[in-house]
């Protein structure tokens, strides 16, 4: 029979001498991420890539950040125990505008047109 750790984990298990970073992110942009997307990972003056294996289903409560975990994908000489920084990248969002029908306008002819604001 084993002791209760809490979170802490006693141990990890290392699959074929794969590494995993893992960095805090803050709440707002731990909405944005999910699993698979692909990372730069900075260790030092090394770079490696990656993917998120994991974001964490928990929020530190003082920091307001989570974990996010990333499997290294290209080898690195890495330490265990060194800070590291990941950059990455969203997909691409398309932006919509969004306006009221009153501020449509229609032509004689039925074409809708909106008038737009600018300096000129």
């Known amino acids: 029979m084993g002791n209760l750790t809490d979170n802490?984990?006693?141990?990890?298990?290392?699959?074929n001498g794969e590494l995993e970073v893992t960095v805090d992110a803050s709440a707002e942009d731990?909405?944005?991420?999910?699993?698979?997307l692909q990372a730069?990972?900075?260790v030092l003056d090394q770079m490696a890539s990656g993917q998120i294996r994991l974001l964490s289903s928990?929020?530190?409560?003082?920091?307001?950040?989570?974990k996010v975990r990333i499997q290294l994908q290209t080898p690195a000489q890495i330490?265990?125990?060194?800070?590291?920084?990941?950059?990455?990248?969203?997909?691409?969002?398309?932006?919509?505008?969004?306006l009221p029908l009153?501020?449509?306008n229609f032509n004689a002819?039925?074409?809708?047109?909106?008038?737009?604001?600018?300096?000129?």
């Open 8 to 15: 802490n984990a006693l141990f990890h298990l290392v699959r």
């Open 79 to 98: 330490t265990l125990g060194t800070s590291a920084t990941a950059i990455i990248k969203l997909p691409e969002m398309q932006a919509q505008t969004t």
């Open 58 to 66: 928990q929020i530190d409560q003082t920091s307001r950040t989570g």
């Open 102 to 104: 009153s501020a449509v």
């Open 40 to 42: 730069e990972v900075q």
């Open 30 to 36: 731990l909405s944005l991420l999910k699993t698979g």
């Open 109 to 120: 002819d039925g074409t809708a047109f909106v008038m737009a604001v600018n300096r000129n």
